[in-house]
């Protein structure tokens, strides 16, 4: 399966809620992996901006990418140290998110989705900065195999998706009545460069 399939995959699982931000981004970095009954693919990110303003008192800045467009932002009180960002300053977001999909054959577990989330902010004091992390994880039956296109469909807690399996090897493996396992985990950093002298 390749990346981009397996992604849609777990959009239209209703897994996936990208954040979509207007700053310049780089090319993304994409890594996959298979081995029988399991492909897990890995998408970095890497989303630069530069502070143009900034207005602490009302919690407002303003961050320039590289398409030259200017993106105000409203900052909320959970967000600390926001007195020690300055014009200039680089705001560096990075994005990981992973999709590993695993084979049950046989499959005997409860369809089912499980989302686990967490996050983490600067210290008082400390240079501006925060972390968040989301984990999915779904549980869907093997319902239908269509060996001429290769799509298998699955029926998850909420609804019906259909997988093309491009490695016929892989296809192989699957039958009605196994499980697939899809776990989706995405990532966010973000960290508050010095402007350069």
Do not use: C, W
């Amino acid at each position: 399966m390749k990346l981009a399939s397996t992604l849609a995959t777990a959009a239209l699982l209703g897994l996936v809620a990208v954040p979509t931000l207007s700053l310049a981004k780089d090319a993304p970095q994409t890594t996959v992996s298979s081995s029988p009954g399991k492909v897990s693919a890995t998408r970095t990110h890497t989303l630069k901006a530069t502070v143009t303003a900034i207005d602490v008192a009302k919690r407002e800045v303003t961050l320039k990418g590289a398409k030259g467009d200017p993106v105000p932002m409203t900052v909320g009180p959970e967000v600390r140290n926001l007195d020690k960002i300055k014009v200039g300053d680089a705001i560096v977001v990075r994005y990981k998110e992973n999709l590993s999909l695993s084979l049950k054959k046989d499959g005997k577990e409860l369809v089912a989705a499980n989302e686990t989330v967490g996050a983490a902010r600067a210290p008082v004091g400390a240079a501006p900065g925060a972390a968040a992390a989301q984990q999915i994880e779904v549980t869907a039956d093997v319902i239908a195999m269509d060996p001429k296109t290769q799509i298998v469909t699955v029926k998850g807690p909420q609804r019906t998706v259909d997988l093309v399996v491009q490695d016929p090897a892989q296809f192989k493996l699957i039958k009605v009545g196994d499980q697939i396992q899809a776990v989706y985990t995405q990532a966010l950093a973000l960290s508050v460069e010095p402007a350069k002298k």
